[in-house]
């Protein structure tokens, strides 16, 4: 059998929804394609002496809601079809969360772990500088994305900056506060998903200040939906990483075990606490499970015996397709990721505006702001949820289509 590539699943997907919504099979045809791809050949010079080239990519799937947005990638697996499917999936994320920007996504098939950190400063600069034409404020804005971060930004918007002149520190997000990051970005991600289970709680008749919850993964995306959903009032009552995971029915404080991690470099033997696997975490009594590390964890294996009222993807993909049919029939609502982990990109649109501004908020605006957009996405969403009777992610999918295919058509671009 042939295996499907995120690119299938990217276009399978918007198939699945198209049928929902009715999508005119013009406009369905149109959203298959990324609007422009880019290959770019870049010759490094090896710490050894010997050049090396490597193949970068920057896909741009749609701006009909404002300038392509999405992160770059430095990983030896990168693949034309996943930098394809992930650009396609940013235009439906950055549509859910409501902000006026389109979908796109980089990447450099590379293994930084295996290069130096010159190595890796040329190979950033050169592939900025190969994709430059078609990036800039009011074009293209990257970000960090897997193995990539600050550094890497600051080393693109210096590139960028030479290239054309000047200062253009909205070209890309995630920079370092100093020259130009927002306040609230490295959080963001957990932050607005403590308010999108606020909402769904709500919506479902959890009581926050009883509810339990339980985390899968504790690096950025899981110790601060911990952290913000203890301050909601939430017991925290498990939680894991790689090395396995820990549960005490009583609830933790969240910063403690952030400590005690900082410094055994892992949460097994926590004090007090009882070690489960990361399986066992899945499948606890609680009301909301967070998966926040990987891919595939919750399947047609162990859906049916998952407890928890509410689901919140803080991880991408942590659902396969059989469990979302098996959790739907079971009652269990489960917040999509484009939707539950939309907080990442939300406070990337506002370091963008900051930047074009060139005015910054303090730490309460970024929050507020997040909190706004967070909830007004839960509740579109919702709203194509009742509307249309499918599940969340469907609903999540409708809405985001929906405002893309209303901008092309106001576009006349259908
Ligand atoms: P991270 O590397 O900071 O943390 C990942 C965590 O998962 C670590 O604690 C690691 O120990 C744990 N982990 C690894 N393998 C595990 C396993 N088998 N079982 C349980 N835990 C395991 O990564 P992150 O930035 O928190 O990203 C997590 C997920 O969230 C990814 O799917 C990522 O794409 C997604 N995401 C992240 C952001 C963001 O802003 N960081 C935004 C949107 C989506």
């Known amino acids: 059998m042939v295996e499907r590539t995120p690119y299938d699943m990217a276009v399978e997907q918007l198939d699945k929804c198209a049928k929902i919504m009715k999508l005119d099979p013009n406009t369905h045809e149109m959203l298959k394609y990324p609007k422009r791809v880019l290959s770019v050949f870049i010759p490094i010079k090896m710490d050894n002496g010997k050049i090396k080239v490597f193949k970068g990519f920057r896909s741009q799937h749609n701006d009909a809601l404002g300038p392509f947005k999405g992160g770059v990638r430095y990983h030896p697996g990168v693949t034309i079809e996943e930098v394809m499917a992930l ?40 592939y900025f500088a190969a994709i430059s034409g078609i990036v800039g404020p009011e074009k293209d804005v990257p970000a960090p994305d897997v193995n990539t971060g600050g550094k890497e930004m600051a080393w693109f918007l210096d590139e960028f900056n030479k290239l054309n002149r000047g200062n253009f520190p909205g070209v890309v997000t995630g920079k370092p506060l100093e020259i130009g990051g927002s306040k609230g970005r490295a959080e963001a991600t957990g932050r607005g998903l403590s308010f999108v289970a606020r909402e769904a709680a709500k919506k479902l008749g959890i009581d926050f200040k009883k509810a339990d919850v339980a985390v899968q993964g504790f690096g950025n995306v899981g110790s601060y939906s911990a952290k913000f959903m203890e301050e909601f009032g939430c017991k925290v009552i498990a939680l894991s990483d790689s090395k396995g995971g820990i549960y005490n029915p009583k609830g933790f404080h969240v910063d403690d075990v952030e400590k005690y991690k900082a410094k055994n470099g892992q949460l097994a033997g926590y004090p ?62 489960v917040v999509p990721d484009i939707l539950t982990n939309a907080g990442g990109v939300s406070v990337s649109y506002f370091e963008w505006v900051q930047n074009l501004q060139n005015y910054y908020w303090c730490y309460e605006e970024v929050v507020q702001k997040l909190d706004r957009l967070m909830t007004d996405a839960f509740n579109a969403t919702y709203a194509a949820y009742t509307k249309y009777k499918v599940d969340m992610r469907m609903a999540a999918y409708v809405c985001a289509v929906e405002r893309v295919v209303n901008a092309m058509r106001l576009k006349g671009w259908c």
């Open 272 to 333: 007090g606490a009882k070690e489960i696997s990361n399986e066992d975490l899945l499948e606890l009594k609680c009301d909301i499970l967070i998966p926040a590390a990987l891919e595939n964890q919750i399947t047609a294996k162990n859906a049916d015996k998952i407890k928890a009222k509410l689901i919140l993807e803080g991880a991408n993909g942590p659902t396969t397709p059989e469990a979302d049919e098996i959790l739907f029939k079971k009652g269990v609502m």
């Open 87 to 126: 650009s396609i999936w940013m235009t439906w994320k950055c549509s859910v969360a409501g902000i006026p920007l389109g979908g796109g996504k980089g990447g450099i098939i590379c293994n930084p772990k295996e290069m130096s950190a010159g190595e890796l400063e040329r190979l950033s600069r050169e």
